[in-house]
Structures are given as C-alpha cells and as structure tokens.
Nanobody
C-alpha cells in the first residue's frame, strides 16, 4: 500500500481548473521535499512541479509554468497542486512523491523520490 495518497483528479474541459491534494499515512510530509509527476499513456513519467520542505523553493516544468501552482499546508500535512487553464496535453495519472534528501533538481529524476502515492487520474477533454 502506498504511504502517500493523491486526491482531486477527475474529468474537466479544456480551460478548466482542478486542485489536487497529496497527503500521507504514517509520516509527516513537512520533513520532505515534494514533487508532483504525471504520466500519460505510452509516455514516460515527467516532473510537473516540486516544492522544498520549507516551502521556500518551488519549480515547475516549462509546460505548466503560469498555469499550475504547488503549495503546502504543514498544519494539514497536505501538499496541493492548483491546475488552471488545463489543456488536453495535461491528461495523465498524477502522482505525488516525497524526497527526504533534497539534492539536485527536484523535478527529477524520478529515482530521487523513494516514496510515492498511487496516482490520481486527470482527464482534460471536451
């Protein structure tokens, strides 16, 4: 069973918005850097957004800059990904992942992240 859990996925029309949430069962996420990744059918998993354990540093894939915002609420042990102006290319399974080391580029590689959620499906279609 995954120690992280994502929620908030669903079907939205192009231009719509969705907010994903990532929580954890059994440990406190405030001690970890967090990344959001997505994987479309037939494609490799790619980093979308990430945030440092302090919340002071964020990074985004070029394809989502200006549209997505990552944030964290340590009191709720939750990390959010606000997704606006969604495009069909944003379709995929979205995963959150936790990194206890926080070295290098937090958008990848995926091997940096030892802890993953089960994923939540985001479908952008008319």
């Amino acid at each position: 069973q995954s120690q992280l859990v994502e929620s908030g996925g669903g079907l939205v029309q192009p231009g719509g918005s969705l907010r994903l949430a990532c929580g954890a069962n059994g440990f406190t996420l405030s001690y970890y850097g967090i990344g959001w990744f997505r994987q479309a059918p037939g494609k490799t998993r790619e980093g979308v957004a990430c945030i440092s354990s302090s919340g002071g540093i964020t990074n985004y894939a070029d394809s989502v800059k200006g549209r997505f915002t990552i944030s964290r609420d340590d009191a709720k042990n939750t990390i959010y990904l606000q997704m606006n102006s969604l495009k069909p290319a944003d379709t995929g399974v979205y995963y959150c992942a936790a990194d206890p080391i926080e070295s290098g580029d937090c958008l990848g590689p995926v091997s940096k992240y030892p802890y993953w959620g089960q994923g939540t499906q985001v479908t952008v279609s008319s």
